[in-house]
DNA sequence: AAGACGGGGGC
DNA sequence: GCCCCAGTCTT
């Protein structure tokens, strides 16, 4: 063996039949998905990035669209970036769309469309980390390469005893090493799949479903009655949340006034209604800094409902008093009046998308 | 090594 | 309401 450590946590541990029970159990118990019908690395990929940070169920309506959408990696490096954005509208973390989006591009453009089967040139596209890449090349290509996501540290920090923290960022080391020696050679897919599988379905965060593991006599935490103790993880902080205003300002055609967002940091590139931080501006200023911020006169009607989400928005309608309509040239270059229709081909943020409810 | 980055779900 | 979840990029 290569790395001592891994030798040294794996000492004693039957590999083998490890490896059997796991993948049997994986063949006859995984559930049907859309990117599991066949091998397509181009699947895989975007079901890969789709996963990450969001469930199961929350992805497979999402997955089956964007496939209508953009069936191939051709198709996708075709589309505009806004497009993608679209298909993304409500999934979050949304430079994930924008690296997927940039690193097809790479493919189209420099590997003739197919997806890298090697661990440089995977590894090296946009989005693609350690764990996106090791799924790709397990699950798409059958190359043995550890996939080390949440469900795999929980699982095989009970099954091995593993106590280091994995909050910690040096922990994924340890649990790719012992996997290179783990995994099963004849079907490094299964057995990279089974191990999220079994984090997904039996072992759970809480209260794990050990009395139906299928590895349940492999597993030296449940032999020790610690399951519940692992895996070992220093609690995250807590972010805070600012609150803002959403302004509902409509032209006398009744069209409203969207801005599009910074191509940098939160909700990158999607469109929202203008905002502002809460405690900035009362009432009576409002029309003062819309006044300043896009250079027209508001008359403040009245304060809507309020929408508690990241933005706990209150919305406040209000309408214009000068003319100005969605041809004028009175706001600036990243905001414009678009009819209430038309607003369904902009990406929103979801508390947007609720707003959109009110009007 | 730590923080930013969404949205959904449990309680 | 508050806490938890957990891949990649950025700083």
Known sequence: MKNKQAANILEGF???????????????????LPWRKDQDPYKVWVSEIML??????????????????FPTPQALADAEEQKVLKAWEGLGYY???????SAVKEVVEHYDGIVPDNEKELGALKGVGPYTRGAILSIAYDTPSPAVDGNVMRVLSRVLMIEEDIGKPAARKIFEAVIRELIS??????FNQGLMELGALVCTPKSPSCLLCPVQ??????????????????SNKKQKTIPYVALLIRNE???????????????????EFPMIPLQEVNREQVTEWIKAQYGIEIELRASLDHIKHTFSHIIWDMEVQEACTSSDACINDAAYFVTKEA?????????????????
């Open 343 to 359: 607003l369904d081909d902009y990406p929103f943020p979801v508390s947007h998308q609720k707003i959109l409810k009110h009007m």
């Open 253 to 271: 055609d009744g069209e409203v006034l969207i801005q599009k967002r910074p191509d940098k940091g939160l909700l990158a590139n999607l469109w």
């Open 14 to 32: 039957h590999t083998a039949a490890f490896q059997k029970d796991l993948i049997h159990w994986f063949k006859a118990e995984q559930r049907i």
């Open 217 to 234: 006599e492999h597993c030296r935490a449940f032999e020790e009655g610690k399951e519940q103790e692992l895996p070992i993880k220093t």
């Open 52 to 69: 990450q940070q969001t469930k199961v169920d929350t992805v497979i309506p999402y997955f089956n669209h964007f496939m209508e959408q």
């Open 185 to 190: 050679k004849e079907d490094p897919s299964s």
């Open 95 to 101: 430079s994930r769309a924008r690296n997927l989006h």
